[in-house]
């Protein structure tokens, strides 16, 4: 950074926790009188990253700016820069190295404005909005420095959108086409320099793409703060590297593949997997862990191909993590269980409801619910009714802890371990579960999820009794239950879950489920009019509830209007660079 | 119709088959019927004599592209019908709000698919309304979308008579008919590449120029299509069977067809001299000298004259076309609009992010909306279009032609004879692809 550079401007870290609403009183002696509880986790201050540059919106209480941009004027909050002004103004001032998440570098000089009396162009990123500042961003001057700027951009630029991951979504290509659109004039050979290297655990540089416009450079020293990439070299011969013997591999590398306005950094897991303008996005949350970051889900038909994140100032900033875009394989096509299975057999998802049912009537029998912190608000709530109805004993399951930082990554695993909690009230957690159970305490089990890691003792246990699991896959648990009803993943489920932060997350189906899959509610409630108890509603009924609880806008109109759901095709929508 | 058959009046008229004749032929009385013989005199005395329902189509092989008449005949004459469309429909409307412009070619050419060169032109200038081109449209494009656009009209003329006639029993004219079609496909074939769905406009003009040859082949066929219309005018025009069928058969009142939305040849044959090309003329028609034909009697003759001529003032279009075509570009000069050549796309950069852009997201039309309607071969082609501003339409609706005029079919074959309503439905040309799109 030179001195020239603004400062920095500051914001108070801190984040507006929205707790869940009070669990309700346990209603039934059972719960009470269970031994040991697990206890909701601690509401920890967990803000998102914080972004280095204001957006322009005025913000009640702080001082604002007023000035005039193509004979607009408009007042904006002080300190923003030129660019985001002009964006409130529905103004797409053209930009490559600018990033509302990233510090200001200005090399790019795409985003050329007009300043009145100022005799030189100035980089509207870096330009600070000033009083009674006179702005163009369409003067023939600002037209001709954006044509030439592309022009340079574009000598030294691979002919590669063929075979470019980035084709489709490439912000290089929409410049071209939106300011440029002129043929070349350039008749010398092209520099080259190296192709698909290797720089990473995750990561592949094309160098020849790149416009050297730095976002990963410094998204890699702001963000994770590693600072891995460099650049190199001046003058045209100059490349994005890194240094020998430090690859590029912290927790948040991919996010350098978001940011990149080129193909020039591609992620090793999506190269070449499809074509981008094929996909369809799907807003929904990571279900990683219980940061529960704003993602949209890339899909074809009833495939997911790529995680990326959704800018949620709130929750996730910009970023996302790498072990969160990797969720998506839980996904997979070939493990999906589709049909119903009882005793290996599968059968129709009515037999199977009945044979629940059955196995579950009698006046003794003794139940265990299984929550899962992995599952929805919705399921865990429907879960909640009928262990009610059975006079169940409850207990609440989740993933084991995993790897944790100060940014994103939480050490709890679960998506919703909070709201599991929550809809189950005091219960026991999984030791107890195995030790109840390899003592025969219980007669039958219901599992909300398969995922549960369960040891070998409780498997075994689970022969001599009725076992029931919901399962969206295949799985170790799921394999040892006598009964496993066919359930949706979250690729394919209506649902909330609640983030460590306390707020609610909503997810949102991509494609419709195939075969017999149902979502875990909706399950439940069948399972329930199966043994002649009152209908418990669906899925989506709930997430009505919910959404009224929490007076969530999006959820209410995601259930109440099928065409809210409605993904996005990519090839039409704009490019996303 | 035969006249009723009567009975010899030297015997008393007889009321019931049983008192006639028995299965023998012998007249009744001479001897007493056998029980079984007795029990088919009986039945044959409740005999339906009264109306009946009778299911024309949709795979009736004289229903051209699947139309359905549900006719309530009374012996032969059609006391009512329920014309019935939609087996052809493929929802172009819907299916254009998901392509590109550029993309939508290829699905108009399914319109009229006996004429797809026109579907082609009226499309594509209706983009060019939207996007406010019009005017700058090349002259040689205009000329070559002339050119290919009559040669069409000529053969949409021609697979209408030769299918026609060929119904009524003329398969010399089909084979004739089809022949002359050829030449004219061969020619469009020759430009386009494709025989019958050229998709070869483009939006701001023509895919590509004519062929080097193409003035010399297109005279030597236009010689060869006169000469086998004059063929199929001997044969048929004087011919008491053809003219039996055709005159006064079918007819419509001039008021009628106006009220029902007629343009093109059906409305000419009523005697209204509506023709686009001159009435609100387009492109480059304004150069040529050539007549819009009419003819009395809006009945299936008076559709075939007015047929007949058109070919030979389309063919007289093309000579003038040819004769003043100017040299130069057949696409407007803008990347914007007009695709790179492929030395650029394989070459630069630039040339290859125009091509994926235009081919990816399709050409951008400032939202608003347009209505072009240009002299199809059936008559008045519109393209109404909503853009919002993206690379595809908000909405394309096409006004097809002989949707109108299949409209009017009931009111044309009522009265008539069974037997007519595969002339009448003949004549009026209705395009199954166009009709219920």
């Known amino acids: ?577 | 119709m035969s006249a009723p058959t009567t009975l010899p009046s030297a015997r008393p008229v007889a009321h019931t088959i049983a008192e006639t004749y028995d299965h023998r032929g012998r007249q009744a009385g001479e001897m007493p019927l056998s029980p079984s013989m007795q029990q088919f005199a009986d039945e044959a005395e409740r005999l339906p004599t009264d109306e009946l329902i009778l299911n024309m189509g949709p795979s009736h092989p004289a229903m051209h592209g699947t139309v359905r008449c549900v006719l309530r005949v009374d012996g032969e004459t059609i006391k009512d019908a329920d014309v019935q469309i939609g087996y052809l429909h493929r929802g172009f409307e819907k299916e254009s709000e998901a392509a590109t412009y550029t993309q939508i070619f290829p699905y108009v050419d399914r319109l009229n698919y006996v004429s797809p060169m026109l579907n082609n032109v009226g499309f594509a200038m209706a983009v060019e309304k939207l996007l406010g081109i019009t005017a700058q449209i090349p002259e040689r494009a205009e000329y070559i979308r002339v050119i290919v656009g009559e040669l069409a009209r000529v053969a949409d003329h021609l697979t209408c008579l030769s299918a026609a006639i060929s119904e009524l029993g003329g398969l010399t004219v089909f084979f004739w008919g089809n022949r002359a079609r050829e030449h004219v496909w061969e020619l469009l074939e020759d430009v386009s590449g494709a025989r019958m769905t050229h998709s070869y406009c483009r939006i701001g003009g023509v895919a590509w120029d004519l062929t080097r040859d193409f003035d010399e082949k297109c005279r030597g066929k236009i010689a060869k299509i006169r000469g086998l219309v004059v063929d199929i005018r001997k044969l048929v025009e004087r011919n008491r069977i053809f003219l039996d069928r055709m005159e006064g058969v079918g007819c419509i009142s001039a008021h009628d067809a106006i009220s029902y939305g007629f343009t093109g040849p059906c409305l000419r044959a009523c005697g209204v001299a509506y023709d686009v090309r001159k009435d609100h003329p387009y492109s480059v028609y304004d150069h040529f000298d050539f007549d819009v034909p009419i003819a009395d009697g809006g009945d299936n003759l008076a559709r075939y004259l007015v047929r007949i001529e058109e070919m030979e003032q389309s063919l007289r279009i093309v000579e003038q076309a040819l004769v003043q075509i100017p040299p130069g570009a057949v696409i407007v000069d803008d990347p914007l609009i007009a695709l790179p050549a492929k030395r650029e796309v394989y070459n630069s950069i630039e040339g290859m992010i125009a091509h994926f852009k235009h081919i990816m997201d399709g050409l951008v039309v400032p939202a608003g909306e347009a209505y072009s309607f240009t002299e199809g071969g059936n008559g008045e082609l519109g393209f109404y279009i909503v853009a919002d501003g993206t690379g595809r339409p908000y909405k394309n609706r096409c006004r097809p032609p002989c949707f109108y005029i299949t409209a009017a079919l009931r009111q044309m074959i009522l009265g008539a004879n069974l037997a007519d309503v595969v002339p009448i439905f003949g004549s009026i040309n209705m395009i199954g692809g166009e009709c219920d799109r």
């Not at chain 1, 550079?5 to 801190?14: E, G, I």
């Not at chain 1, 030189?120 to 009674?132: A, H, N, R, T």
């Not at chain 1, 279900?287 to 949620?312: F, I, S, W």
């Open chain 1, 1 to 577: 950074m030179t001195s020239s550079d603004p400062p920095v401007p500051s914001r108070p870290r801190s984040a507006t926790i929205i707790l869940p609403p009070a669990p309700p009183p346990p209603p039934t002696a059972a719960r009470a009188a269970a031994s040991s509880t697990v206890k909701p986790p601690e509401n920890r201050d967990a803000p998102a990253p914080v972004a280095p540059n204001l957006a322009a919106t005025p913000v009640p209480g702080e001082p604002t700016v007023t000035l005039t941009i193509d004979g607009e004027t408009i007042e904006v909050r002080k300190g923003t820069n030129v660019l985001e002004a002009a964006k409130l103004l529905g103004r797409d001032i053209c930009h490559f190295c600018y990033h509302p998440g990233l510090t200001i570098a200005a090399n790019c000089r795409q985003c050329l404005v007009e300043v009145e009396k100022n005799p030189k162009l100035q980089p509207s990123c870096q330009q600070i909005v000033g009083e009674g500042m006179v702005v163009h961003t369409e003067s023939p001057a600002v037209l001709e420095a954006r044509r030439a700027m592309l022009e340079f951009t574009l000598k030294n630029h691979p002919i590669d959108c063929p075979i470019c991951d980035k084709a489709g979504e490439c912000t290089l290509q929409r410049h071209y086409m939106d300011h440029n659109h002129h043929l070349t004039r350039v008749d010398v050979a092209k520099i080259r320099k190296p192709k698909h290297k290797d720089i990473g655990r995750e990561i592949v540089l094309d160098a020849e793409r790149c416009i050297l416009c730095s976002r990963c450079v410094r998204f890699c020293e702001e963000i994770p703060g590693t600072g891995e990439l460099a650049m190199t070299f001046r003058g045209d011969h100059e490349i994005l590297d890194i240094a020998e013997g430090h690859p590029l591999d912290n927790a948040y590398s991919i996010n350098v593949v978001d940011i990149c306005p080129v193909g020039a950094l591609t992620s090793k897991d999506f190269r070449f997997a499809i074509r981008a303008w094929e996909l369809k996005a799907t807003p929904t949350t990571c279900q990683g862990c219980a940061t529960g970051c704003a993602v949209e889900l890339h899909h074809k038909h009833e495939n997911a191909y790529r995680v990326m994140p959704r800018h949620d100032p709130a929750v996730n900033g910009h970023w996302m993590c790498d072990e969160g875009r990797y969720t998506y394989k839980e996904l997979d096509a070939d493990a999906r269980i589709r049909h119903a299975r009882v005793d290996g057999q599968q059968v129709p998802l009515d037999h199977a409801i009945a044979a629940v049912a059955k196995r579950l009537q009698g006046r003794n029998k003794k139940v265990a619910a299984v929550f899962s912190g992995t599952s929805t608000n919705e399921s865990n709530r429907a879960l909640d009714d009928l262990a009610t109805m059975l006079g169940a004993e409850r207990f609440v399951l989740g993933r084991p802890p995993g790897k944790t930082d100060e940014l994103l990554r939480d050490a709890d695993k679960n998506a919703n371990m909070r709201g599991a909690i929550a809809a189950a009230g005091a219960a026991k957690h999984e030791g107890e579960l195995g030790l109840e159970l390899a003592g025969r305490a219980y007669d039958a089990v219901i599992f909300l999820d398969g995922t549960f890691e369960l040891s070998e003792v409780v498997r075994s246990a689970l022969g001599a009794i009725t076992s029931v699991c919901l399962s969206d896959r295949v799985t170790a648990l799921a394999q040892a239950c006598a009964i496993v009803l066919p359930a949706t993943s979250w690729g394919e489920s209506l649902g909330t879950t609640i983030n460590r932060q306390g707020r609610l997350r909503v997810l949102q189906p991509a494609w419709r489920p195939e075969g017999d899959r149902r979502d875990r509610a909706d399950l439940i409630r069948e399972i329930a009019l199966a043994l002649g108890e009152r209908d418990l509603g669906s899925g989506r009924d709930r997430a009505r509830a919910i959404a009224e609880e929490f007076d969530h806008d999006g959820l209410r109109q995601l259930t109440t209007t099928p065409a809210a759901t409605r993904p996005t095709l990519l090839r039409f929508s704009h490019s996303r660079g």
